[in-house]
C-alpha cells in the first residue's frame, strides 16, 4: 500500500501559470521529499521538509506541510513547458525502516 | 546527474533467466536503496543496505537478492525471470538513512524487459 497520495493524478496548464500538487499520507513521518521525473528517466529530487517545518522555498518551487492534517502541496510558479514531468512525494516514516515510501505521482503537462 | 550510477541502462532477457543490476552511490553515502516502478505498481521500496548491512526490507521478491560491498557499491541479482518482472529498478543512495532527514538520491534506472 501507499503511504502518500498525490492530486490530482494529471494536472494540464498553460505556460506561466502556477501549478499546484497535493500529497497527503497516512502515518506520523519524520519528513518530506518531493521529486520529478521525466518519461522514463530517474527520479530528480526537488525539496525536503522536515516534519517541524512548515514551508520551503528553491527557486520557482514552493512546499508546505501541515502535519495536522497529514498533508504538503507542491507549487511550481510561472510554469514553463520543461516543467512538464510526473512529480511525487515520498515520506520518511517513523519506525518504518530508513527507506522513502512514494505516492502514486501526478502527472503535469505545462502547455507552450 | 545526481551522482548515482546505475549499469546497465537497458536489458532485455528471456523468461527464466537471472540478471544482475549494479549500483555505485553517491561519494561517501553509506546508504543504498533499490527500487522498483512498474506501470501497475508504481514505485516499490525493495531493500536497503546501511555500510554493508540489510536494514529494511520492503516487497522484494524470494527470486530476487541484493547485497552491498566492502566498497559500498550494490547489487541486485533478479533470477527466474518473469514477465511480470519487466520493470524500471532504480538505486538510490543517501549519507543515513531516510528518517535521518537525509536527501535521497536516484540514478537513472536499468530497464528490464523481460521476454
Known amino acids: 500500500s501507499q503511504q502518500g497520495e498525490e492530486d490530482p493524478q494529471a494536472l494540464s496548464i498553460q505556460e506561466g501559470e502556477n501549478a499546484t500538487m497535493n500529497c497527503s499520507y497516512k502515518?506520523?513521518?519524520?519528513?518530506l521529499q518531493w521529486y520529478r521525473q521525466n518519461s522514463g528517466r530517474g527520479l530528480v529530487h526537488l525539496i525536503l521538509?522536515?516534519?517541524?517545518?512548515r514551508e520551503k522555498h528553491s527557486g520557482r518551487l514552493r512546499v508546505t506541510l501541515d502535519t495536522s492534517k497529514k498533508s504538503s502541496s507542491l507549487l511550481i510558479t510561472a510554469s514553463r513547458a520543461a516543467d512538464t514531468a510526473s512529480y511525487f512525494c515520498a515520506t520518511g516514516v517513523r519506525n518504518a525502516g530508513n527507506m522513502l515510501t512514494f505516492g502514486g505521482g501526478t502527472r503535469l503537462m505545462v502547455k507552450p | 546527474d545526481s551522482g548515482v550510477t546505475q549499469t546497465p541502462k537497458h536489458l532485455i532477457t528471456a523468461t527464466g533467466q537471472r540478471v544482475t543490476l549494479r549500483c555505485s552511490p553517491r561519494s561517501g553515502d553509506l546508504s543504498v536503496y533499490w527500487y522498483q516502478q512498474s506501470l501497475d505498481q508504481g514505485l516499490q521500496f525493495l531493500i536497503q543496505y546501511y555500510n554493508g548491512e540489510e536494514r529494511a526490507k520492503g516487497n522484494i521478491l524470494e527470486r530476487f537478492s541484493a547485497q552491498q560491498f566492502p566498497d559500498l557499491h550494490s547489487e541486485l541479482n533478479l533470477s527466474s525471470l518473469e514477465l511480470g518482472d519487466s520493470a524500471l529498478y532504480f538505486c538510490?543512495?543517501?549519507?543515513?538513512?531516510?528518517?535521518?532527514?537525509?536527501?535521497?538520491?536516484f540514478g537513472e534506472g536499468s530497464w528490464l524487459t523481460v521476454v
Open positions: 502515518t506520523s513521518i519524520n519528513n
Open positions: 538510490a543512495s543517501s549519507v543515513r538513512g531516510a528518517n535521518s532527514g537525509n536527501t535521497i538520491y
Open positions: 521538509i522536515r516534519s517541524n517545518e
